[in-house]
């Protein structure tokens, strides 16, 4: 069975700083990442995915298949970065597994 | 340009009681899903569907039960609500393949609380 892990439910880092969101994953086929973000009073909506290799808003996360890890990362922090961010994983079929959510709070 | 429509954004049931949730999408999708969101738990899988008439149990599909008649709507049913089942429930939708960035599109959530 799949499984995410964010080992980290609270993340408060000043503005201008590196931020990093960890996930873990645990899967035994090729997985598809995603990350996903829910700012406050919105809609949770996708970030970005790992086979897009993008960066979305200066954010970018690789897929470590090794340490089975798809960190997040942005090397600048900006206060509008704020939200709660979830790891998900795309096993098989449509489904996606999310991890608990990391909260980000960016202070001025 | 709301895509998932989640039919109420508040809602309070007495423990007990029959209670739907409704999710109505308009990108003719024929993948519907219903998660719940706690804090500490993140996002659970209740059910999903894949097509009309059909259903799939996620990951924590006791005490539910899903509904979809037609492709656009799929209603999640708590068949004697209980007072943990008070949560966040998310809508979302997918259609099949590899969309511009493969996404799910999720609704604004309804937040139900039993007592």
């Known amino acids: 069975a799949q499984r995410v892990t964010q080992p980290e439910k609270l993340l408060s880092v000043f503005k201008g700083a590196p931020v990093e969101l960890k996930c873990n994953y645990s899967?035994?086929?090729?997985?598809?990442l995603f990350w996903y973000v829910q700012y406050s009073r919105q809609r949770l909506q996708l970030l970005l995915r790992?086979?897009s290799r993008e960066s979305i808003k200066g954010f970018t996360a690789d897929l470590n298949k090794g340490e089975t890890s798809f960190h997040l990362k942005k090397p600048f922090a900006q206060e509008e970065d704020s939200a709660m961010y979830y790891c998900a994983l795309k096993a098989s079929g449509s489904r996606l597994t999310f991890g608990e959510g990391t909260q980000l709070t960016v202070n001025p | 340009d709301v895509k998932v429509t989640q039919s109420s954004r508040y809602l309070v049931k007495r423990t007990g009681e029959k209670v739907f949730l409704e999710c109505v999408q308009d990108m003719d999708h024929e993948n519907m899903f219903w998660y719940r969101q706690d804090p500490g738990l993140g996002l659970r899988l209740i059910y999903f569907s894949y097509d009309v008439k059909m259903k799939e149990k996620g990951d924590i599909p006791e005490g539910y039960s899903v509904s979809r008649e037609k492709k656009e709507r799929f209603s999640l049913i708590l068949e004697s609500a209980s007072t943990n089942q008070t949560s966040m429930y998310l809508c979302?939708?997918?259609?099949?393949?590899?969309?511009?960035?493969?996404?799910?599109?999720f609704g604004s959530g309804t937040r139900l609380t039993v007592v």
């Open positions: 790992h086979i």
């Open positions: 899967y035994s086929g090729s997985p598809e």
């Open positions: 979302a939708s997918k259609g099949q393949g590899d969309g511009v960035r493969y996404g799910y599109t």
